[in-house]
Structures are given as C-alpha cells and as structure tokens.
Nanobody, 119 residues
Framework: QVQLVESGGGLVQSGGSLRLSCAAS????????MGWYRQGPGKERERIAD???????RYSDDVKGRFTISRDNAKDTLYLQMNSLKPEDTAVYYC?????????????WGQGTLITVSS
C-alpha cells in the first residue's frame, strides 16, 4: 500500500508562486511514476506533470515553462513549484502515483488541495 498526502495549496494573486508537496508513505519502492493532476471548475481532471523513478519529467503544454516537478527520494516527497500563476490555474491539485503491486499496476491518489489564483 502507498499513501499520499498533499500540502501547500491556498490563495495566491495572479503572477505569484506556490509550491505543493506530496508526502508518500508505505511501499515507496513499488512506485514507478509520480505526478500532479488538476481539476478546474467544470473541467475534467488533467495530468499536468509527472516524473519517473529515473527522473524523466513531462509537462502539459499549459504549464510547461512555468511549473517544475521534482522529487526528494530521501524524504519520499514530490514537489510542484508553480510560478507565474494565472487565474486559469485555479483548480484542485492532486498527487498521483503509479505503482507496481506485483499483480499489476495500480494508481494511488492524494486527497487534493485547492489552489485559487485571483486576478
């Protein structure tokens, strides 16, 4: 089992910055990929960034150049540094992990944290 707990959401002005954290616990060694998703008002949940165990990063076009994903393996924590925030970044942000359970791949989700960007 793996558990994910996000922190760092809140209210920020347009152009500002925030950093999200996602603390992982449990069978960390089973995690293959970790990522961040978001779901804005009236929108579907979308993947915005992920990072493999080997450190390969991917970003959606909406956040590329503004957001940076990273992981601290010593602390079992995933981060999302968000700069130049826009009102359209307002959403609930979720941490996600894809793990190998030994009998297949499973997704694990955090509880979500709300970010509101005011204009």
């Amino acid at each position: 089992q793996v558990q994910l707990v996000e922190s760092g959401g809140g209210l920020v002005q347009s152009g500002g910055s925030l950093r999200l954290s996602c603390a992982a616990s449990g069978r960390i060694s089973s995690i293959l990929v970790m990522g961040w998703y978001r779901q804005g008002p009236g929108k579907e949940r979308e993947r915005i960034a992920d990072i493999t165990r080997g450190g390969i990063q991917r970003y959606s076009d909406d956040v590329k150049g503004r957001f940076t994903i990273s992981r601290d393996n010593a602390k079992d924590t995933l981060y999302l540094q968000m700069n130049s925030l826009k009102p359209e970044d307002t959403a609930v942000y979720y941490c996600n992990a894809l793990r190998d359970s030994g009998r297949g791949y499973l997704e694990v989700w955090g509880q979500g944290t709300l970010i509101t960007v005011s204009s």
